[in-house]
């Protein structure tokens, strides 16, 4: 029996051209396989009306999710159980399933939909994903010239380790003066420049304020790598 306005719903040749004019290709038979492999419900029907079967316009977003999912390579199975994990509307998951064109991000999605998880918190995770996959690519192209950068700096550091507490390792060191691979953009020669100024100012303060332990006074004769700009010591003098 019907459960929804009569304006909703379509006949077979009317349903068949309303999904044409969606452009959506499908055929009667295809349709009728989609139902009786239990992705759609059964056509309805109204009282006094006989055997003639009724099709509902808001199918239209679930037969693009199926098709969609069919073209990244989904089993019908599959599609049936993503369909019926699906929390959310489906014009919001076909949205946000139709931004994405890689058959792995789909994947991922539809994954997650399956285990029934709402769309917010797929979106979140997502977001997590990208960071995590962001940082990955960022240590593979800049790797080594993080790694050059810090050797240099702790070259520096290494003539004032005393001052630090003993347990203190290299990473917790340069940690101390900000060192962190996403702080650094190294496309962008300013801001490495500005970087490393940055981190001289730091370690001047730094050794301002154990001046009492030092065994030998500031400008006397420090040693700076060839990273500085415009040399430890002349920064040490003005700050």
Not at 42 to 52: D, M, Y
Not at 179 to 189: A, C, S, T, Y
Not at 221 to 233: A, L, M, R, V
Request: aromatic letters at 14%; a positive charge; charged letters at 35%.
């Amino acid at each position: 029996m019907v459960t929804a306005i009569k304006e909703d719903l379509l006949r077979l040749t009317e349903f068949l051209k309303y999904l044409k004019s969606e452009g959506i290709d499908l055929t009667d038979r295809m349709l009728r396989y989609y139902i009786s492999f239990g992705i759609f419900p059964q056509p309805e029907r109204i009282f006094g009306e006989g055997n003639v079967c009724y099709y509902r316009k808001e199918w239209v977003d679930r037969i693009k999710i199926t098709q969609l999912l069919v073209r990244i390579g989904k089993s019908l199975t599959e599609v049936k159980s993503i369909i019926t994990s699906i929390k959310d509307s489906e014009k919001e998951v076909l949205d946000y399933l139709s931004a994405y064109q890689h058959a792995e991000s789909l994947t991922y999605i539809t994954e997650q939909l399956k285990e029934g998880k709402k769309l917010n918190q797929i979106k979140k995770d997502k977001i997590v994903k990208a960071k995590e996959l962001y940082l990955e690519e960022f240590h593979q192209k800049f790797g080594a010239k993080y790694k050059r950068l810090t050797d240099n700096f702790f070259h520096v550091l290494l003539q004032y380790k005393d001052l630090f507490p003993a347990d203190w390792s290299r990473e917790k060191i340069l940690a101390y003066f900000g060192f962190k691979p996403e702080n650094i953009d190294f496309n962008d020669r300013k801001e490495v420049r500005s970087f490393k100024m940055n981190f001289y100012k730091q370690l001047a303060n730094f050794l301002k304020q154990r001046r009492s332990k030092l065994n030998k006074q500031l400008d006397d004769g420090i040693e700076f790598c060839e990273t500085s700009i415009k040399g430890f010591e002349r920064i040490i003098k003005d700050s």
